[in-house]
């Protein structure tokens, strides 16, 4: 427990913490004011309860063992001392992020890894120019964290093969699902493929070829299902006799079905309309009701997690 590990206090630092703690790590949260922390600390509290009584709280200690790894911290200097990790959780902006990457530098010794929650922003803008840009490393997590286990970790240019390294440890230790990117790209990979799926059913809504409620239903109840156990790539595998026999079999479909993808969406118009109307007639957007269907939809994630836990244990 020697270790400790510092976040921010927003939504996706509490569920940072909560991930950490899980895993039996000693964590200090820290942010500016301290009446953020205090709540933040309750309401992790609450969430761990929660968690609790619905059977779905990770890792092996009780609520009162995780939460006595968190501890606050409103001064900077005070929260890195004797961190060997620490993740940032600021918001999706750039200055912000710089700044905070540039007091850190300044404060940190040479062993501790800078990892940044970031889900846009590249490696090369964030961290260029530190002196310690051989320890720093995008950590990339998926809403809600606590559930969705994939960590996407991508380095600078110049990041260390042994800051990778350790962050891969790291991640796979408090029970993420790390995946390593060999070099930075725009959008990461999760983007990229969840872009290409949106961009995709969005052009098939607006050329009027599905209703938006079926094109979903394709996808929750047809590729998504696979999807949760299988990637792609395997799922070709098993639809062949192994890759080389599927594309044998279906590359000149595929290429011909490719080939009438239309350009990229501007994601404005009347297919915006067309879509808002019916999500909203489903899940009306105020606050309250988009609140309920989160909570549902993290109760599936947590239930879906488990079934996978144990699946993977048989």
Not at 8 to 33: E, P
Not at 49 to 72: C, R
Not at 73 to 86: K, N, Q, R, Y
Request: charged share 25%; with cysteine; aromatic share 8%.
């Amino acid at each position: 427990l020697a270790d400790t590990y510092f976040l921010f206090s927003g939504l996706i630092g509490r569920s940072w913490a909560m991930v950490f703690a899980a895993g039996g790590l000693k964590v200090k949260l820290y942010d500016i004011a301290q009446q953020q922390l205090t709540s933040a600390l309750e309401n992790i509290r609450k969430q761990m309860k929660e968690l609790e009584d619905s059977g779905f709280l990770k890792g092996t200690l009780s609520v009162e063992q995780q939460l006595a790894l968190i501890s606050i911290c409103t001064d900077l200097t005070a929260a890195v001392e004797g961190a060997t990790f620490i993740q940032e959780c600021t918001p999706e902006n750039l200055e912000l992020k710089k700044k905070i990457f540039g007091q850190l530098d300044l404060i940190v010794g040479d062993n501790v890894i800078l990892s940044s929650s970031t889900s846009c922003l590249l490696p090369s803008k964030l961290f260029t120019g530190l002196k310690h840009v051989k320890q720093c490393i995008v950590s990339h997590p998926v809403n809600p964290p606590y559930f969705v286990p994939l960590v996407e970790i991508v380095p600078h240019p110049e990041t260390d093969p042994s800051t990778t390294e350790r962050t891969y440890a790291l991640m796979k230790k408090i029970g993420q699902s790390p995946v390593k990117l060999n070099r930075e790209i725009e959008g990461f990979v999760l983007n990229r493929l969840q872009y290409a799926v949106i961009s995709e059913a969005w052009r098939l809504v607006g050329e009027g070829v599905v209703s938006p409620t079926d094109l979903d239903l394709v996808m929750s109840d047809g590729l998504g299902m696979r999807y949760a156990f299988i990637g792609p790539l395997e799922t070709m595998h098993l639809n062949a006799e192994g890759i080389s026999n599927y594309c044998e079999r279906y590359c000149e479909g595929m290429r011909l079905v490719l080939s009438t993808f239309g350009p990229v969406p501007e994601f404005s118009g009347e297919t915006e309309q067309k879509i808002n109307q019916a999500l909203s007639e489903k899940i009306p957007s105020v606050p309250k009701v988009l609140d309920a269907r989160r909570k549902w939809r993290d109760e599936c994630l947590a239930a879906l997690a488990k079934l996978k836990k144990e699946i993977k244990s048989d």
